[in-house]
Nanobody, 120 residues
Framework: QVQLVESGGGLVQPGGSLTLSCVAS????????MGWYRQAPGKQRELVAT???????HYADSVKGRFSVSRDIVKKTGYLQMNSLKPEDTAVYLC??????????????WGQGTQVTVSS
């Protein structure tokens, strides 16, 4: 099994910055895609950013130019650097890893989420 744990959330003022981390553990052979999602009250879960094993990135229009996704393959850790934060960024942020486990079977794992609150 593959487990993910997010951290780094907290309370920040508008315009501030925050870095989220997602550490993976378990039966991991490869990580093909890492994604960051967010869920705000009364809203659908939104894809924020993704990064592939080759380093290709994609961002939602709402965060483009403000957020940056990266990963450390050796540490099996993903990151989301968030700058110029806005109140509308307030949400629970979740990470998602897709890849192959050590039996060469596919996995699709989610973390429990970390709360990000942007408020004055």
């Amino acid at each position: 099994q593959v487990q993910l744990v997010e951290s780094g959330g907290g309370l920040v003022q508008p315009g501030g910055s925050l870095t989220l981390s997602c550490v993976a553990s378990g039966s991991i052979f490869s990580i093909d895609v890492m994604g960051w999602y967010r869920q705000a009250p009364g809203k659908q879960r939104e894809l924020v950013a993704t990064i592939t094993s080759g380093g290709s990135t994609h961002y939602a229009d709402s965060v483009k130019g403000r957020f940056s996704v990266s990963r450390d393959i050796v540490k099996k850790t993903g990151y989301l650097q968030m700058n110029s934060l806005k109140p509308e960024d307030t949400a629970v942020y979740l990470c998602n890893f897709k890849g192959q486990n050590r039996l060469r079977s596919g996995y699709d794992s989610w973390g429990q989420g970390t709360q990000v609150t942007v408020s004055s």
